[in-house]
């Protein structure tokens, strides 16, 4: 196991008390790793990819706290090299999806995507932790 997962599993273990800290968390989390869909039938949908069991678990959790959100999480097998299992959790198309990723900063009020973090989010030290943490979570490490 290398050094970074073994990070991630014990990082993952902290949650965050305040939700302003959660909410900072996940903001991170879907910025560094998450991909917005459109789909001209059911709206804006997003997913995240990750190989990391214990951050699956956390970004679920953090946001069913936060919005409440239909959330399926998918397990599928690598097939070439490595063959670990590679974690999908999908957020439902929305109409509420537009109005949750600007309370993340990921879109500005116009509805554009957001290339800086939003000021809100890391007011305090304990939510730039909180982001920081985050941004690891959905940080991947290439060899």
Known sequence: MSFSTQTKDELARIIPEKDCCQLAELAALIRMDGTITINPEQGMGLY??????AVARKTFKLAKEIFNFNIQIRVEKRTR?????????????????????????????????????????VKTSCCRRAYLRGAFFGSRFRK
């Open 48 to 53: 995240i990819r990750t190989e990391n069991a």
């Open 81 to 121: 090299l490595k063959k670990n299992n590679i974690y999908i959790i999908s957020f439902a198309h929305r109409s509420k999806m537009r109005s949750h990723l600007k309370t993340l900063g990921i879109l500005n009020e116009d509805n554009t995507i957001s290339y800086s973090i939003k000021k809100s989010l």
